[in-house]
């Protein structure tokens, strides 16, 4: 089991770290690794409460990494900056 989490580690920092680097820094106010609907919102100004929850699969009222790239990878939320392609 030990070696199990020694090897998962790299991967569960690396996909912290990815997220933490699409985001301006400072977003994550906190500092507690995970993003509020206040802290979003200061990225995505339009963000709503609805949108947030959609964000939120695990509804723990944070959105952590793994959540925020996955709503990235599907396009529910752009990068700031992020051309829409049109």
Do not use: C, H, Y
Request: glycine letters at 12%; aromatic letters at 4%; a negative charge.
């Amino acid at each position: 089991m030990k070696r199990l989490a020694i090897l998962l580690a790299p991967v569960a920092f690396a996909s912290v770290a990815l997220a933490q680097t699409t985001l301006p820094e400072g977003t994550d106010a906190d500092g507690n690794g995970t993003w509020s609907l206040a802290e979003l919102q200061a990225v995505w100004t339009d963000l709503t409460e609805e949108g947030f929850k959609g964000i939120d699969t695990n509804a723990d009222g944070e959105v952590d990494a793994t959540e925020l790239q996955a709503a990235l990878d599907a396009g529910v939320i752009a990068l700031p900056g992020a051309s829409s392609g049109g």
